[in-house]
């Protein structure tokens, strides 16, 4: 009885890190894809860096919440590094959007010779949060 009481309480203690883990990093997904930002947040220094990667899409665009307090290397691509400039004490809220293209099958019309092949994109939005500190 005691070891199924131990396993139980490490389930929800495994169950309550994996909830406190996603609300961290918000995401929205279309068309079947997901997308992932690792970290999903953390906390740096002034002056420090901390690379981002973002999974589930073809294209990536970031972008800062408060570009005063922290500078991206690039805006655009898979992987991203940030760093923080000033603002000890405060949250940088950095999102990601992804698109994914898909094309659909080709059809053809009885009364002509033409194929037409149809595209969609699809885009996610994802969120992380960098908490500043000393």
């Known amino acids: 009885m005691k070891r199924l009481s131990l396993l139980s ?8 890190a994996a909830c406190v883990f996603t609300l961290a990093c918000e ?3 279309a068309g079947g ?11 740096i220094g002034i002056d420090q860096s901390i690379t981002l990667k973002a999974r589930g ?3 990536y665009t970031w ?8 500078r991206l290397s690039n805006t655009t691509g898979a992987t991203t590094t940030y760093t923080a400039l000033s ?8 999102s ?12 053809s019309s009885s009364s002509s ?13 994802g969120k992380t949060a960098i908490i500043h500190h000393r």
């Open 57 to 59: 899409g073809e294209t």
């Open 63 to 70: 972008e800062l919440a408060n570009k005063e307090i922290g």
């Open 87 to 94: 603002g000890v004490g405060e949250d940088q809220i950095i």
């Open 9 to 16: 309480a490490a389930l929800a203690t495994a169950a309550l």
């Open 33 to 43: 894809n997901s997308l992932s930002i690792s970290p999903s947040e953390a906390t």
């Open 113 to 125: 010779a033409t194929n037409e092949t149809s595209t969609a994109t699809f885009t996610s939005t």
């Open 96 to 107: 990601v959007t992804a698109s994914t293209s898909t094309s659909g099958g080709s059809s």
């Open 27 to 29: 995401t929205e997904s």
